[in-house]
């Protein structure tokens, strides 16, 4: 008994660390990262990338994208809250893991990389179709710009590109401006019109296009212009992150470390921006930035502090809400001056910017409708970048009473006379009529 | 009802519930324990017991007590009534048809005597049926109808005067203080001819008080043209006024589709769609009056022929409510109480009269045919027309038809009781093919489903006809229920069931919708399902949102859901819902799967994709399916 206890113990040692660190909506950062590999060389050729990783606290697992000892989860619990597939060429892969299980580990909220490169497998292609991405079908077409290519000694074809044509946005690509051109060399994709959640992060020129670069062009590209998406990130509506790329050597050391000019430009950057951009767009993907919470979703009568289970039309209400912005590391206070709230009923009937106080608190103050219902205070906070605010909390609202209306308004006086008027004259009446002879 | 909401306090009759608190709270005052339930289920009961009552005692004042009798006793198994007063039919005519057969009688006896105190009873028991029951509007329309007839037929009498001006002034008095009805009263067209009739006899009043002034019939003439022009003038005015500043409001579509059939369904689908606001089949009157069809006609006979006041009243009450009843078929249920008494009439004096004929003995001729002259009574009358012997033989021949009619009557009620009302609607028994009973529980069974099964704040959408039971039942909240006083929004579902999946998603989205319950009756043959109530889905719907045309959804004027029915009708929600995987099941042998037992046809689209709801339950007689909503795609 005691020995089975003291195991049991020992379990609950091993495990406790093991759950303190998980994701989890109060500390939304990834911490245990599954990296699928193609061969063990990435590992190294790509050391700068993980070790960033590493040192910003991450927990990588690195497998073979084949070892047949793969499994995202167990007992139906996830051990990984992030994948990254580095292996473009993987056309199954080992163990459980299929495409059905990629796109499930999304759905259950968790975070994505997906790196694919000029000889990408349907595997690596499906996932990204089904993430809104389609790469180009042409499994040896490349991107190809002939003006805004990095220039280099070796290479005549021009796939070796560089762009410096970001998404604006401080919270993906982080507040420090990336100077430095990024050095791509892949695949080209087009985003799906149909999907409203993919973004671009890094687009090519308009005059780059995709095409084999050793066959001669016989028809005009299939993609071409900045339709082409180089690096894109997603940002499903559970708030799992996708980032995808057209390239694995984006995230190598080889061109984290070298130079880059762009063609046509004077300017040499010593280094080119690919580490700068990688490591802001992971720390973006992996929740260390741009993802919000709400707490204390609260309302109340005008001078009131308890929260009515009810309100009547035409009331004085204040509704707050408490927005907090994930750091990497602590929850900071939000502040924004678009947050709104909605005081819906099928269709808002009242619309209001709540005011921020700066240390992440919201609120305002509005007057019930003179429509009664069963309403919904609704923040529908969408902004580029960061995870997505839907909170709604229902609240019935009735009619006046039937004592709750006004008394004795001024309006109403004649008629008040009226009736005196009439009881008095009938009094009177009564009393000629009956004595009068 | 989400999320709109009703006053319940200002759009509700709150006759019933008052009185079934009151019997509550003075059975409990007696120290009986009783649960309010039980009160709720036997107050129908009691309040039809009560009805009976009454006829007894206006059957007396019509005609006679055996009238009397026997209009209580055909009232007391009429199944026009029983329909409504069945123990567990808790709903506003179960009291109401009381309250109106009370407030009737009351009046006649007012009439009758010139007592003010009866026309006071009067008042309060026209008071008791406007708490009650939307149906008030007939007693303040026939009153006023049957005193005008009086004053036209030139049975102008102080009692009328007494009797009609106290009811109304004080009926209207107290009808305004149900908050329902309110200044309605006073303000709406369809209270306005009892007002009119009620200035009507303060003019004739006037001019009898002048005719009796002046004396002189010449002088009289002329003042009665300047008076009568007059007062049509004023009147007309008034009235013109009062309906351009809308301060008399227009009749309601309800009173109009009572006067024109056909009104109902161009104008208000929604009160034409409801069933019991159907005209009345032929069958039904057979099925709800029987014999009493027949002796209605010749109770009238016997009215004309001895006509008095009340008489005139339950002829008018009669044609009135049976033309009404004809219109619609719930208000068979207005009807009965006339129906009955006035076939009481017939009988009483149909039998009266034959056994007396009976009893003459052949040589006492003479002294019958000196009481016929004495007396006014038609059985006399008719006696001296037959020759005794011949007579006395039929006599006794029509007696024992008249009892064999009756004994059918009876017969035809317990039947008509036990087969018809005394099952719950909500559990539906069909004869199974070796002729057993076969009970098809799907209703509660999918009710329970959703209460144990969905989240306690899950929405459900159906149509509005299954509301109250999934409220009540399920415990889940409704998008629109069966109060049906909020047209638009029961036009928004019907539009969301008519329209492609995906514009229905939009629909069901903004209406926060989880749930989706459709009745199916494909398996089972059930007919009143929802594929057949689409149609009016589709009317309510396009009322208001013209975007549904009726017909997109027929073919050559014609509904179908085979092979050849109209694409919108294969594709739209509805159809889909309904007929969900429908197309593998085999419901009956020797036809193709995919066969509709409930419109006998095989379906045009047997392969139903549902792309954004998915199928959460189907009963096991398939007659309810409920599909959940799914929340939209994460990743697009």
């Known amino acids: ?437 | 009802m989400v999320p709109l909401g009703r006053i319940i306090g200002g759009t509700l009759y709150p006759g019933l519930m008052l009185t079934a608190a009151f019997i509550y709270w003075s059975l409990r005052f007696l120290r009986f324990a009783v649960h309010i339930r039980e009160v709720c289920v036997l107050t129908a009961p009691f309040f039809a017991s009560n009805t009976t009552i009454v006829a007894y005692f206006f059957g007396k004042e019509l005609w006679d007590s055996s009238a009397g009798l026997l209009a209580a006793a055909f009232i007391a198994i009429c199944p026009g009534y029983i329909s409504r007063s069945v123990a567990g039919s808790y709903d506003n005519e179960g009291v109401a048809i009381f309250a109106l057969l009370l407030t009737f009688y009351l009046f006649v006896k007012a009439v009758n005597t010139g007592s003010l105190a009866w026309a006071l009873a009067s008042a309060f028991g026209y008071f008791y049926m406007v708490s009650a029951w939307g149906g008030y509007v007939f007693i303040i329309n026939l009153i006023p109808l049957y005193v005008l007839v009086l004053l036209i037929t030139g049975r102008y009498s102080m009692r009328l005067y007494v009797a009609y001006n106290s009811m109304y002034v004080l009926g209207m008095l107290l009808a305004m203080q149900i908050q329902f009805v309110g200044f309605q009263h006073v303000q709406s067209g369809e209270h306005m001819a009892a007002m009119g009739v009620f200035f009507v006899l303060q003019v004739f009043y006037f001019l009898d008080w002048v005719k009796y002034l002046l004396g002189d019939a010449k002088l009289f003439q002329a003042f009665l043209k300047i008076t009568l022009t007059c007062t049509i003038v004023v009147g007309g005015l008034a009235f013109g006024v009062g309906m351009a500043s809308g301060y008399i409001s227009p009749w309601t579509g309800r009173f109009y589709s009572l006067l024109d059939p056909t009104y109902a369904k161009d104008h208000i689908p929604i009160i034409a769609s409801v069933s019991e606001h159907q005209p009345t089949a032929w069958s039904s009157f057979m099925f709800d009056f029987h014999i009493l069809l027949f002796l209605f006609p010749a109770g009238l006979y016997f009215c004309f022929k001895r006509l008095s006041d009340a008489t005139i009243f339950i002829v008018m009450y009669g044609l009135t409510s049976m033309y009404f009843a004809s219109v619609m078929v719930r208000l068979i249920l207005v009807a009965t109480p006339a129906v009955c008494l006035i076939s009481a009439i017939a009988v009483s004096a149909t039998i009266r009269n034959l056994t007396s004929l009976v009893r003459t003995k052949s040589k006492v001729v003479n002294t019958s045919s000196s009481k016929g002259a004495v007396s006014t009574k038609a059985s006399s009358k008719a006696s001296s027309d037959l020759s005794p012997p011949f007579g006395r033989n039929a006599a006794i021949a029509l007696l024992l038809g008249a009892f064999y009619l009756l004994s059918k009557y009876v017969i035809h009620c317990t039947w008509v009781t036990s087969e018809a009302y005394s099952s719950p609607s909500i559990v539906l028994a069909a004869r199974g093919a070796y002729g057993g009973r076969v009970i098809f529980d799907d209703y509660r069974e999918a009710y329970y489903w959703l209460r144990q099964n969905t989240p306690p704040d899950a929405k459900v959408m159906s149509w509005w006809d299954y509301g109250y039971q999934i409220t009540a039942m399920g415990n889940r909240t409704v998008i629109v229920d069966n109060n049906t006083w909020n047209n638009t929004h029961i036009a928004t579902v019907g539009r969301a069931m008519s329209s492609y999946e995906d514009e229905a998603y939009e629909i069901m989205r903004s209406l926060d919708v989880d749930y989706v319950l459709v009745v199916f009756g494909g398996v089972t043959g059930y007919s009143s399902d929802d594929i057949n109530k689409f149609l009016w889905m589709v009317r309510i719907g396009g009322g208001v949102f013209p975007v549904i045309k009726e017909p997109d959804y027929l073919v050559n004027g014609e509904y179908r859901v085979d092979k050849g029915a109209a694409p919108k009708m294969l594709n739209c929600l509805m159809y889909k819902l309904s007929y969900y995987r429908f197309g593998e099941l085999t419901t009956e042998y020797g036809r193709p799967p995919g066969y509709d037992r409930a419109r006998g046809v095989e379906i045009g689209n047997k392969d139903v994709k549902l792309e954004y709801l998915e199928e959460a339950y189907t009963t096991s007689n398939w007659i309810v399916r409920i599909y959940k909503v799914k929340p939209p795609s994460n990743r697009w």
Request: proline residues 4%; glycine residues 6%; negative net charge.
């Open chain 1, 1 to 437: 008994m005691a020995m089975k206890l003291s195991i049991f113990v020992a379990l609950i040692a091993l495990l406790l660390p093991l759950l303190s660190t998980a994701f989890s909506p109060e500390t939304p950062t990834d911490r245990r990262i599954l990296v699928l590999l193609d061969d063990q060389s990435i590992k190294s050729s790509h050391s700068i990338f993980f070790k960033s990783f590493q040192t910003r606290g991450y927990d990588l697992d690195f497998r073979l994208a084949d070892d047949p000892k793969i499994s995202l989860q167990r007992y139906g619990q996830y051990l990984y809250d992030g994948l990254i597939l580095f292996s473009p060429q993987a056309k199954r892969f080992g163990g459980s893991l299929d495409l059905a299980g990629v796109l499930e580990f999304v759905d259950s909220g968790r975070d994505l990389v997906i790196a694919a490169d000029g000889a990408a497998s349907d595997l690596i292609r499906d996932i990204s179709t089904e993430c809104g991405v389609d790469f180009d079908v042409d499994s040896a077409a490349m991107v190809i710009d002939h003006t805004s290519y990095a220039v280099s000694k070796t290479d005549g074809d021009h796939t070796l590109i560089a762009s410096d044509e970001f998404i604006q946005s401080d919270v993906i690509l982080g507040s420090e401006k990336i100077e430095a051109p990024v050095i791509f060399k892949g695949i080209a994709h087009s985003l799906n019109p149909a999907n409203s959640l993919v973004l671009k992060v890094l687009s090519a020129s308009p005059s780059a296009y995709s095409a084999n670069p050793e066959a001669e062009l016989s028809s005009p590209p299939s993609m071409s212009g900045s339709s082409i998406s180089l690096v894109s990130v997603v940002q499903a509506r559970n708030n799992a992150r996708i980032l995808i790329s057209g390239s694995l050597d984006l995230f190598s050391d080889r061109l984290f470390g070298s130079g880059v000019q762009k063609a046509g430009s004077e300017t040499t950057f010593e280094k080119s921006g690919n580490e700068q951009f990688v490591t802001e767009l992971s720390k973006w993907v992996f929740h260390e930035r741009g993802h919000l919470k709400a707490v204390s979703i609260q309302h109340h009568k005008v001078g009131e502090v308890v929260e009515p289970a009810m309100y009547r039309i035409k009331d004085e209400l204040e509704f707050s809400v408490e927005i907090y912005e994930w750091s990497g590391k602590s929850w900071q206070p939000y502040v924004s001056d678009d947050v709104q709230v909605q005081f819906y009923m099928m269709s808002p009937y009242v619309l209001k910017t709540l005011s921020t106080n700066q240390k992440g608190l919201y609120s305002t103050s509005f007057k019930v409708p003179d429509v009664y219902g069963v309403f919904q205070f609704k923040v529908e906070y969408h902004r580029l970048g960061y995870t997505g605010l839907s909170l709604s909390k229902q609240i019935p609202v009735r009619p006046f009473r039937h004592n709750e209306y006004e008394r004795f308004i001024t309006t109403a006086f004649p008629y008040y006379g009226g009736s005196v008027s009439m009881m008095a004259g009938f009094f009177v009446f009564t009393i000629v009529y009956l004595y009068n002879k």
